[in-house]
T-cell receptor, first 112, second 114 residues
């Protein structure tokens, strides 16, 4: 079945450091891939998405590329800020069901 | 657009009481999802609807939980009777079912059962 695996957290970085959060998936067919972010006390917000292989999603300085050959969708940001501290969820969606399959979430803490 | 609306935002109740959580999806969306989030179990999909019809309720923990969607603009999640282990944040999300399937989440209802 479909599944998503994220690197375990917490990830602790200093401000302006480079961020990578790994995400790999297992899926049948051609899923869409997503990164959601959850700030403390809030619901999940869509951060970026990619709907087909080699697509790059980007938003707010974050990027992720849909790699079919390695079944990965790693999240990157060149220079993190304290305000990026949150929980990040990788997810996939199969178009025939509409369900999102989430990874377990990775907590990012950015220190000044 | 108002986004997904959930009410109440916070609910504190005593064990054995009935709890009803409400959700208004984004207008035009035809899929609705109920999730539960806890520290121990993370984010769990409880049930989802397409065009007001329940499609998959395999995540509903037990018979004490029920969900309805009487029309395209309203859904409820009911717990009767509630138990302390039901304490969690409950999220509602909606999407337009299609190739992208982007889900938009509400702010959540924080439920505490004493």
């Amino acid at each position: 079945g479909n599944s998503v695996t994220q690197m375990e957290g917490p990830v602790t970085l200093s401000e302006e450091a480079f961020l990578t959060i790994n995400c790999t998936y297992t899926a049948t067919g051609y899923p869409s891939l997503f990164w959601y972010v959850q700030y403390p006390g809030e619901g999940l917000q869509l951060l970026l998405k990619a709907t087909k292989a080699d697509d790059k999603g980007s938003n707010k300085g974050f990027e992720a590329t849909y790699r079919k050959e390695t079944t990965s969708f790693h999240l990157e940001k060149g220079s993190v800020q304290v305000s990026d501290s949150a929980v990040y969820f990788c997810a996939l969606s199969s178009s025939n069901t509409g369900k999102l399959i989430f990874g377990q979430g990775t907590t990012l803490q950015v220190k000044p | 657009d108002a986004g997904v609306i959930q009410s109440p935002r916070h609910e504190v109740t005593e064990m054995g009481q009935e709890v009803t959580l409400r959700c208004k999806p984004i207008s035009g969306h035809n899929s609705l999802f109920w999730y539960r989030q806890t520290m121990m179990r993370g984010l769990e999909l409880l049930i989802y609807f397409n065009n007001n019809v329940p499609i998959d309720d395999s995540g509903m923990p037990e018979d004490r939980f029920s969900a309805k969607m009487p029309n395209a603009s309203f859904s409820t999640l009911k717990i009767q009777p509630s138990e302390p282990r039901d304490s969690a944040v409950y999220f509602c999300a909606s999407s337009f079912r299609g190739p992208e399937n982007t889900q938009y989440f509400g702010p959540g209802t924080r439920l505490t059962v004493l």
